[in-house]
């Protein structure tokens, strides 16, 4: 399996050579060259696998010529030895037709893990073989940084350094990430928003002779082998509900895009999806996308779901690409005029295409708290502020006879504020983090600058070495 970038300057790469580049030189995403299919023979012939046995097939093409399924399977039982449900993602019905399928029985509590866990064992594979050592520089929006952290800590060849807008996560997200104190991880809380921390990721990238010191790679999901690794959840809720002989749709919460492109990414491999549902908070760039063909960014408003917390949607590139027929230089060029306009103007023609697999729909705080007391009083169904989005995305574009399958995205507890005004009730952590609020915290506060969050990632990368 060979990788293009969507920007199409870039080197043509192979798995593991996408796996440690993050970002392309040309600032645009890695995507596979062909999509790889399965056929239904194939579909049906994974119902009976355990969920690793599911994933290492699914992820196998696209590792293809640098990793056999049995690597694979060898990380995968790895990486989810550890989640917390014998299932590791199993699947509730809260209403006739609409299930949720819960992605966040791994250590830090959120569906970050579910690919997370799995990039620690293909980072250290890759870099044992080559001999080489890396920095991973992040920006997180709060699942993703405490994931990386969790799945980076004390290894060997690997240094992180993860970006958070300072005051702009929920208190458990933050502790998630400051209190662990393994030598290698590093945290700077950036004076500014997520989007923010993202734009300094990437200069971080564009900045050639900085990525060439530093070795940068990164583990948001503008690395490909985050999205590879999610595709595998979706495969197995489309199986557990018949496909391929049945359709299924999907409902997601979303900010960075990210998640519902692999339920997307699991349609062009073949699986009958019908449907993606979006949610949205009061950050509803996407949302509004998908009913007006308005992709213009505002200012980010800070909300009950902060993983949300974004108006440039990364991972949007990538549909994007596909979306202009795969041609690159239409698809850089509309990026760049969107950064520098903020917004983009997409052919009516592409637009009708992705409404007409796509829906979306936003909710404010106030519209947030209402969906979690009515899962609640109705469902005896307890979901965060996210995974409500995602659920009520999935209500408003529920079809007869199709299951509309729900992500829930993050444990109640990690949000116990907002679940407290909600129900009534406060959510306890589970007993592995029972005493997070005890932890010390350490961390950097650094102003939303290029230069001085540079010479603060140097400085913890040289003072680890």
């Not at 936003?362 to 169904?381: C, F, W």
Request: charged fraction near 20%; charge should be negative; glycine fraction near 6%.
């Amino acid at each position: 399996m060979h990788y293009i970038s969507t920007r199409g300057q870039a080197p043509v790469r192979s798995f593991s050579e996408v796996l440690l580049a993050g970002l392309a030189e040309d600032g645009g995403l890695y995507v596979p060259q062909t999509w790889p299919t399965f056929s239904d023979a194939d579909w049906r012939a994974m119902r009976g696998l355990s969920y690793p046995a599911l994933a290492a097939r699914v992820i196998a093409p696209f590792a293809a010529g640098c990793l056999t399924e049995a690597d694979l399977m060898k990380m995968t039982t790895a990486a989810y030895a550890g989640f917390d449900h014998p299932a590791i993602v199993p699947v509730t019905e809260v209403e006739d037709g609409l299930f949720v399928k819960e992605l966040f029985h791994g250590p830090t509590l959120a569906f970050k893990d579910m690919a997370m866990q799995l990039l620690g064992h293909l980072f250290e594979h890759v870099l044992a073989s080559r001999g080489e050592t890396l920095t991973i520089v992040g920006a997180t929006s709060g699942d993703t940084g405490s994931a990386a952290i969790e799945a980076f800590a004390n290894r060997a060849r690997i240094n992180v350094v993860i970006l958070h807008p300072e005051g702009r996560t929920s208190e458990v997200q933050r502790r998630q990430m400051t209190t662990v104190k393994a030598p290698n991880i590093g945290n700077l809380a950036i004076q500014g928003t997520f989007d923010d921390c993202q734009d300094l990721v990437k200069a971080m990238f564009a900045d050639v002779v900085f990525r060439r010191d530093m070795h940068l790679s990164a583990v948001n999901s503008i690395n490909w082998a985050r999205i590879a690794a999610q595709v595998a959840y979706y495969v197995h809720a489309a199986l557990a509900m018949g496909a391929p002989d049945r359709e299924v749709s999907f409902a997601v919460p979303t900010g960075n895009f990210g998640n519902v492109l692999a339920a997307w990414v699991a349609r062009q491999m073949g699986l009958p999806i019908r449907h993606f549902a979006i949610g949205s908070n009061r950050n509803d760039i996407l949302s509004r996308f998908l009913h007006d063909n308005d992709m213009s960014m505002r200012a980010v408003v800070p909300s009950l779901s902060p993983s949300m917390d974004i108006q440039v949607s990364s991972n949007f590139e990538r549909l994007l690409f596909e979306l202009l027929d795969r041609d690159a230089d239409a698809c850089a060029t509309m990026m760049m005029d969107f950064r520098k306009t903020g917004r983009m103007n997409i052919d009516p023609d592409a637009w009708r295409r992705a409404t007409a697999l796509f829906s979306g729909i936003a909710l404010d705080d106030d519209g947030t708290r209402a969906e979690i007391r009515s899962l609640y009083d109705n469902s005896h169904y307890l979901a965060d502020p996210h995974s409500a989005i995602g659920i009520a995305a999935g209500r408003a574009a529920r079809e007869p006879g199709v299951p509309m399958i729900a992500m829930a995205t993050a444990h109640p507890a990690k949000f116990p504020d907002a679940m407290e005004a909600a129900t009534g009730l406060r959510p306890a952590l589970p007993e592995h983090l029972a005493d997070l609020f005890e932890r010390e915290e350490r961390f950097r506060v650094v102003e939303n600058d290029l230069g001085l969050v540079e010479d603060a990632v140097r400085s913890l990368v040289l003072s680890n070495s």
